[in-house]
């Protein structure tokens, strides 16, 4: 009996799961809420490139055209999704949103099988891969006295380019890498103003250092000891770039290893830090109200920004999809990830954040899930 799989969203990771079971020779769909696939990629701003390295970001069964360099841009991340999807054959139905899965309370083999609640009806599975996406919902923190500050308080989500904000003061709220390039972004095209609100002070890398991708490094490193990468994280950090602690990014006091189990990935330095230097960003701690016009910061200090620019990540939210299933843990993440079922048939992937790069660990899960649901068969 044929295999029927549903895969949740269209992104790189549904599509990259998508085809690996289709060529393990299961009937699969892909459920795509938007028109599009890779939709989340179309929303990103401007200047996004991918940090990993077009070599090390290919998903299953299609290489990325070299002629995209390096360090693929954004849109060029769009044509390629386009171009996978095409390339396996992917059935894609859009425009249709998953609401709740349940397991089929039916007799006989339909006990083993999973009811899909939808936008567009209810159908069944064997089997489930949720692929909705690491940054799904913007989360936008409700900071006291926000309601009367009479500039614009924006999620970085909706940013796309500088021109809206030339000749404007810019408080930017984050310094993930998504906070530290729209700063840069700014600073570098006309904002009157660049302040970056800092809480807990990031582990900074080089993007690459000549032919040398801070990826390979990552793919070194994963695997020793995280007291061993800890401890040469602070000479190297030393040796690659300046000492930034007088301009308010001193090296942290928990180590890079240790951060990244806990879910925070070094900032990869592609300007920010020039920029630092140079004070077109100058680095501010974090936002902890609004009194009238101004943002009091952790500190004390106020400041009087046009716009606040929010970095401040984004949630799961699969709480309403499988909440009651049990598979869910800290902070709404799935309890099982890296092609590891949570339930019987019931798959998660491109939940993690991994240092090696979010392309090569989502083919990598893809291999492993399409192994292990179609085992037997």
Not at 15 to 27: F, I, K, N, P, Y
Not at 243 to 272: C, F, K, M, N
Request: overall charge neutral.
């Amino acid at each position: 009996m044929v295999l029927t799989v549903s895969v949740i969203g269209a992104g790189p990771a549904g599509l990259a799961a998508a085809a690996t079971l289709q060529h393990r020779g299961a009937d699969v769909t892909v459920l795509e809420k938007s028109e599009h696939v890779g939709n989340a990629w179309r929303h990103h701003y401007d200047r996004l490139h991918l940090h990993t390295t077009r070599g090390l970001s290919k998903l299953p069964g299609l290489a990325i055209p070299r002629e995209y360099g390096r360090w693929v841009a954004r849109d060029d991340v769009v044509r390629y999704l386009e171009a996978y999807a095409a390339h396996h054959g992917l059935h894609v139905e859009h425009g249709v949103e998953v609401t709740r899965l349940d397991r089929s309370a039916a007799d006989g083999d339909a006990a083993r099988r999973w009811t899909i609640t939808t936008t567009d009806g209810t159908r069944t599975a064997d089997v489930v891969v949720v692929a909705t996406g690491y940054n799904h919902t913007p989360h936008l923190p409700d900071w006291p006295g926000q309601d009367g500050f009479p500039g614009d308080v924006v999620h970085a989500s909706r940013y796309r380019n500088p021109a809206p904000y030339a000749g404007k003061h810019v408080l930017v709220a984050g310094v993930g890498n998504t906070g530290a390039e729209i700063a840069q972004d700014l600073a570098e095209n006309g904002a009157a103003s660049v302040h970056l609100a800092v809480r807990t002070p990031p582990h900074i890398v080089r993007r690459n250092q000549g032919p040398w991708a801070a990826q390979y490094t990552g793919l070194l490193i994963r695997h020793l000891p995280t007291a061993l990468v800890d401890a040469l994280c602070v000479p190297v950090r030393r040796a690659s770039l300046p000492d930034l602690a007088h301009l308010g990014l001193p090296i942290p006091e928990v180590g890079l290893a240790t951060r990244v189990a806990q879910g925070a990935i070094p900032v990869q330095d592609i300007g920010l830090v020039a920029a630092v230097e140079a004070g077109t960003v100058r680095v501010v701690g974090a936002v902890e109200r609004f009194d009238g016009a101004e943002a009091v910061l952790a500190d004390g200090a106020r400041l009087a920004p046009d716009v606040v620019l929010a970095a401040t990540g984004y949630r799961r939210s699969l709480e309403p999809v499988v909440g009651h299933l049990g598979v869910l843990g800290e902070r709404g993440k799935p309890v099982a990830t890296n092609g590891r079922p949570a339930a019987p048939g019931l798959y998660f992937t491109g939940f993690t954040n991994p240092i090696s790069g979010m392309f090569l660990e989502m083919a990598a899960d893809a291999r492993r899930i399409a192994r292990h649901a179609t085992r037997g068969r």
